[in-house]
């Protein structure tokens, strides 16, 4: 299959038995857990910060900020470290994950719009879904993850 400018790669990760993409040129790096700085005033989501090279990095428990069981941090645990652009301009964060699963090619036909749950559940930050063989992959908007007040309180607490 040839990479065509109507295909995308996603990186795919598990969480909570699912598994979800996110472009993969807005990875920057993934690295294994690590302890954070917590801040205070900030969603619970927000499990603090790490100093990346100088670059002040919020780490997300996407399990908590999708509202799924939470589960324990350990070796296996992986953080993916991703540009986003924000209101702001173009920030870093970092996702919690339970694994990283694979890289795959998505072509337009393959991403479909997601479904409309009302006000039900919030699909802000999902941009579509994905079908990749049999199965299906979530992929997510990761530029809204974030407000930008979650941005502001995570900077005015931080400085």
Avoid: C
Wanted: aromatic residues 6%; glycine residues 8%; without cysteine.
């Amino acid at each position: 299959m040839d990479v065509g400018a109507d295909m995308d790669q996603y990186l795919t990760f598990i969480l909570a038995d699912e598994e979800y993409g996110v472009d993969i040129l807005r990875v920057q790096e993934i690295k294994g857990w690590d302890s954070v700085t917590p801040i205070p005033n900030t969603p619970v989501f927000i499990k603090g910060v790490i100093n990346l090279r100088g670059t002040i990095v919020p780490i997300i428990d996407l399990r908590q900020r999708f509202g799924l069981e939470q589960t324990v941090y350990g070796k296996l645990t992986v953080v993916i470290v991703l540009k986003v652009v924000s209101e702001t301009g173009e920030r870093v964060m970092g996702i919690i994950v339970d694994a990283v699963s694979d890289v795959y090619n998505v072509t337009d036909e393959e991403m479909k719009p997601p479904p409309d749950f009302g006000s039900i559940v919030s699909i802000d930050y999902v941009k579509g879904l994905a079908t990749v063989g049999e199965k299906m992959v979530i992929v997510l908007d990761i530029d809204h993850l974030l407000t930008s007040s979650v941005y502001e309180s995570i900077d005015n607490e931080a400085h």
